[in-house]
């Protein structure tokens, strides 16, 4: 039974003194200040103070729920949510929004969720987090506008292009967004996909498609020409409405192009060369720790690189350890996982998933340090 909703129910009004607290800081502390990139780190803008990301990914609470799954409901389990991550010792969120849920007809964007966008980033401002905003997803393949997937190449990049516009017009005004990371995970074939499909094999972890096809065919182009392309279209849409937040995407670790190995047709210096920092998902394997680290450095070409996802998936919690540690002559920063429990909620553990992401939330507290440069 989820036992959530009594939680938040009896916590009412703490909550409410606690928000208060927090937008009364804000004031005293002057309007939060927009992040802006510097050399192979981030600053503040005016004041120049360093800006390292330190935070988790929010891309489900802990019963497998997208935050537009629930958002319209249980807005007061956002802003619990939003609270514990700062507690917790975050300075960034990652936000992940599904295509269908801002653009569920050709022409026609979801004005109800745009608006609960502003209100998340509103939100965001109030307790000083924030946003890496992550999106075209489509983790939900029932939920994907079957008018969507039938677009051709051409179409389906003009239909990215629209969501990104109304993405940024909306949320250009705030210096909460830290960056806009244009898709999760994107992958260009090495063939043709005759059949269709734009999402990659899955599902993955949760039952959740999280790796997307830019083409399903390359038609003789080399993929990172594809790949240029593709960032080049997306890129220059969301510069038409907000000229000032970085922009990134999401790369796997398999970006490197390397003999032999698999690769995902995007890769590093590609996303280096047309957009302001790059991004990685990395989780270290038991005793591959420097395999990791190593996989790291190949991704700092000039530019700022963020590990956007890393977890004790594959690893303990003193490896994982060991990789953050030892990120940090590399790495701006670090993005891990929070589903909506604290570390007290899951001090009975109910399955050996919860036991991990409880040593990790009390990992993640420890090592969170009160300024947000970690270097």
Not at 161 to 170: H, N, P, S, T, V
Request: glycine share 8%; proline share 7%.
């Amino acid at each position: 039974m989820d036992e959530r909703p009594t939680r938040l129910m009896t916590n009412q009004a703490v909550a409410g003194i606690l928000l208060a607290a927090l937008t009364l800081a804000g004031s005293a502390s002057g309007q939060m200040e927009r992040i802006k990139v510097s050399g192979t780190s981030f600053v503040r803008e005016p004041s120049g103070r360093p800006f390292a990301p330190w935070g988790f990914n929010y891309d489900r609470d802990a019963r497998g729920r997208l935050i537009e799954d629930y958002w319209e409901h249980e807005w007061p389990t956002i802003e619990d949510d939003f609270r514990e991550m700062k507690t917790l010792g975050a300075n960034v969120v990652r936000i992940h929004l599904q295509f269908g849920r801002f653009l569920p007809e050709p022409d026609r964007p979801d004005t109800a969720n745009l608006e609960r966008l502003e209100r998340l980033v509103a939100l965001a401002e109030r307790t000083g987090l924030y946003l890496d905003l992550t999106g075209l997803g489509c983790y939900h393949k029932p939920a994907v506008p079957k008018w969507y997937d039938s677009l051709d190449e051409a179409g389906r990049w003009a239909a990215q292009a629209r969501f990104w516009r109304e993405i940024a017009g909306r949320c250009s005004r705030s210096p909460a967004v830290f960056c806009y990371d244009l898709m999760n995970e994107p992958v260009v074939p090495g063939g043709k996909d005759d059949a269709g499909d734009w999402l990659g094999k899955g599902p993955g972890f949760g039952g959740k498609y999280y790796v997307q096809k830019i083409s399903l065919d390359r038609a003789g182009r080399p993929r990172t020409e594809v790949a240029r392309r593709w960032l080049v279209t997306l890129r220059d849409a969301v510069r038409e409405r907000d000229r000032r937040t970085p922009i990134t995407v999401g790369l796997v670790d398999w970006s490197l192009d390397r003999p032999g190995a698999l690769f995902s047709g995007i890769t590093p210096q590609v996303a280096a060369d047309l957009l302001d920092f790059v991004c990685v998902h990395l989780y270290p394997h038991a005793g591959k720790v420097q395999e990791a680290l190593d996989t790291l450095k190949q991704f700092a070409l000039g530019k700022p690189v963020v590990v956007e996802e890393t977890f004790p998936l594959a690893c303990s919690i003193a490896e994982l350890d060991r990789f953050v540690q030892g990120s940090r002559p590399t790495a701006a920063g670090v993005i891990g996982f929070y589903w909506g429990q604290t570390p007290e909620e899951l001090q009975k553990p109910a399955s050996i998933g919860d036991a991990i992401t409880r040593d990790w939330l009390e990992y993640f507290k420890k090592t969170a340090k009160p300024s947000d440069s970690r270097k």
